[in-house]
C-alpha cells in the first residue's frame, strides 16, 4: 500500500499551516466531558509549532444546521482547551473566509466548520477558501477521513501542499499492522446493537480472522439463526437468514447469558444456558462459562481488534463481560487495535488506555477501514 506524504516530508518554518483536526468531543451543559480526541491531536500541532510555523486549526463540532451560526456548538471551550494543554493563547476566529494575520508561533482556530455553507458538500469555492489561509494543508483528522467534504477532501486537492498529520499516519500505519502484516491467530471481537450497521465489516472480517467473537445485540441475532430462543432481547429478525449464512466454526457466540426482565439500574440480573431463556427475558451480557472461553481465544491471539462492547456495560450488573474482555485484551501480548465510540468508553471507564496498542480516535472511518473500503483523503494523501 503507498505511504501517506508526511508531515515530517514538508518544509514548516515560517509557513502558514492550516491543520484540519477532529474536536468533535463530548460535550455537556456547554462543558467538554471528554477531551481524548483534543490530546490525540496535540503532536501534530505541536510538532508544526516547533518548526516556526503559524498554526491554523479547522474543525467541526456536532451537527447544527450548516450555514447557521449557533451558539451550542462554537469551539470557543476547545480554544480555551487548546490554550490549557499548548500554555499558549488560541484565538477563536469566526470570519476567517478571506484570511486574517497570523504570525509563526501563533495559534488560531477557525470556528465551526459547519458553520459554513458547502462544508457536507465539498463546495469548491470553501474548498478554495480553506486551501487559500495557508501554504501547507493537514489532513489530521481520521475520524473524518472517510467524509469527501470540503475541510476533508476539497480543502486538499486545492492547497499548494498538502499532506497527511502525525495523528492520521499512526492511524494508518496501526490499521495497516492489524489487518495486512498479520500476526496470527487473529482474533476480532464485534458488538453493538445491530448486524445490519456492521454487516460489511462482519463479512470482511470473517475472510481474514481465524476466530470472531460477536457481542450485544448482534450476538442475539447470531443466536437466533442458529435456533436459540433470545427471549425478548434485542435483535433483528428481518436479519436472520443472512446470520445463518455467515455462521461459520471461526464465529465465537455465547453458550451461557445474563438476562433480566426489564434494562434499568435496578433490574435483577440472573445468569442462564442459551436452552433456559424464556419470553420475558432480556440478554443483556455473557455469562461466566462464555467469559473463561473469550478468555482463552484472547489469551492465544497474536493480533486482536475490538469494536463494541459485548453487554450493556453501562449498568454494573450487565458490565462483567465487556470488563473482562477488556482487562483481558489489555494483558495481551498480542497486537491490540480498539475504535468505536462505545469501545473507547469502556475503556476509559476500566482505565485501561495505557494497556491497549493502539487505540483509534475513528468510529466510522475505523469501520469503514476495516471493510476494506478506500477512505477519500487517505487515498488522496497516497497519490
Given at each position: 500500500m503507498p505511504k501517506l506524504k508526511s508531515l515530517?516530508?514538508?518544509?514548516?518554518?515560517?509557513?502558514?499551516?492550516?491543520?484540519?483536526?477532529?474536536?468533535?468531543?463530548?460535550?455537556?451543559?456547554?462543558?467538554?466531558?471528554?477531551?481524548?480526541?483534543?490530546?490525540?491531536?496535540?503532536?501534530?500541532?505541536?510538532?508544526?509549532?516547533?518548526?516556526?510555523?503559524?498554526?491554523?486549526?479547522?474543525?467541526?463540532?456536532?451537527?447544527?444546521?450548516?450555514?447557521?451560526?449557533?451558539?451550542?456548538?462554537?469551539l470557543t471551550p476547545i480554544a480555551e482547551r487548546l490554550s490549557h494543554y499548548l500554555k499558549c493563547p488560541v484565538t477563536l476566529v469566526?470570519?476567517?473566509?478571506?484570511?486574517?494575520?497570523?504570525?509563526?508561533?501563533?495559534?488560531?482556530?477557525?470556528?465551526?466548520?459547519?458553520?459554513?455553507?458547502?462544508?457536507?458538500?465539498?463546495?469548491?469555492?470553501?474548498?478554495?477558501?480553506?486551501?487559500?489561509?495557508?501554504?501547507?494543508?493537514?489532513?489530521?483528522?481520521?475520524?473524518?477521513?472517510?467524509?469527501?467534504?470540503?475541510?476533508?477532501?476539497?480543502?486538499?486537492?486545492?492547497?499548494?501542499?498538502?499532506?497527511?498529520?502525525?495523528?492520521?499516519?499512526?492511524?494508518?500505519?496501526?490499521?495497516?499492522?492489524?489487518?495486512?502484516?498479520?500476526?496470527?491467530?487473529?482474533?476480532?471481537?464485534?458488538?453493538?446493537?445491530?448486524?445490519?450497521?456492521?454487516?460489511?465489516?462482519?463479512?470482511?472480517?470473517?475472510?481474514?480472522?481465524?476466530?470472531?467473537?460477536?457481542?450485544?445485540?448482534i450476538a442475539n441475532t447470531f443466536l437466533a439463526a442458529a435456533g436459540y430462543s433470545v427471549g425478548s432481547s434485542l435483535y433483528e429478525p428481518d436479519l436472520v437468514p443472512l446470520a445463518k449464512k455467515l455462521l461459520s466454526p471461526k464465529i465465537l457466540l455465547p453458550s451461557d447469558v445474563v438476562v433480566a426482565t426489564e434494562l434499568s439500574a435496578t433490574a435483577k440480573a440472573t445468569t442462564k444456558s442459551l436452552e433456559e431463556i424464556k419470553a420475558e427475558d432480556k440478554i443483556l451480557d455473557?455469562?461466566?462459562?462464555?467469559?473463561?472461553?473469550?478468555?482463552?481465544?484472547?489469551?492465544?491471539?497474536?493480533?486482536?481488534?475490538?469494536?463494541?462492547?459485548?453487554?450493556v456495560f453501562e449498568y454494573p450488573a450487565f458490565a462483567a463481560g465487556t470488563k473482562n474482555l477488556a482487562e483481558n485484551i489489555a494483558a495481551s501480548s498480542a497486537f491490540s487495535l480498539a475504535g468505536g465510540g462505545e469501545t473507547l468508553a469502556a475503556i476509559e471507564n476500566y482505565d485501561l488506555n495505557d494497556e491497549i496498542s493502539y487505540i483509534s480516535t475513528g468510529g466510522g472511518a475505523f469501520l469503514e477501514y476495516l471493510e476494506g473500503k478506500s477512505l477519500p483523503a487517505i487515498e488522496l494523501l497516497q497519490q
Open positions: 515530517e516530508s514538508v518544509g514548516l518554518k515560517n509557513k502558514r499551516v492550516v491543520i484540519r483536526e477532529d474536536f468533535n468531543v463530548p460535550m455537556k451543559d456547554g462543558q467538554i466531558s471528554n477531551d481524548a480526541r483534543i490530546l490525540a491531536a496535540l503532536p501534530t500541532i505541536k510538532y508544526a509549532l516547533a518548526k516556526g510555523a503559524a498554526v491554523i486549526l479547522i474543525s467541526h463540532l456536532g451537527r447544527p444546521q450548516e450555514g447557521v451560526y449557533d451558539e451550542a456548538y462554537t469566526k470570519d476567517w473566509h478571506h484570511g486574517f494575520a497570523i504570525s509563526p508561533g501563533e495559534v488560531a482556530l477557525c470556528e465551526n466548520i459547519r458553520f459554513s455553507l458547502g462544508e457536507s458538500s465539498n463546495d469548491e469555492t470553501l474548498s478554495q477558501q480553506l486551501a487559500d489561509l495557508g501554504d501547507v494543508y493537514v489532513m489530521d483528522a481520521f475520524a473524518c477521513a472517510h467524509r469527501a467534504q470540503a475541510s476533508t477532501y476539497g480543502a486538499l486537492t486545492k492547497a499548494k501542499t498538502a499532506c497527511a498529520g502525525l495523528l492520521l499516519d499512526a492511524e494508518v500505519t496501526a490499521l495497516n499492522r492489524a489487518l495486512l502484516t498479520i500476526e496470527r491467530p487473529f482474533l476480532a471481537i464485534v458488538g453493538g446493537a445491530k448486524v445490519s450497521t456492521k454487516l460489511t465489516v462482519l463479512e470482511a472480517l470473517l475472510a481474514k480472522v481465524d476466530h470472531l467473537i460477536v457481542g450485544g445485540g455473557i455469562g461466566p462459562k462464555t467469559i473463561a472461553l473469550y478468555q482463552s481465544y484472547i489469551a492465544k491471539a497474536r493480533t486482536l481488534v475490538w469494536n463494541g462492547p459485548v453487554g
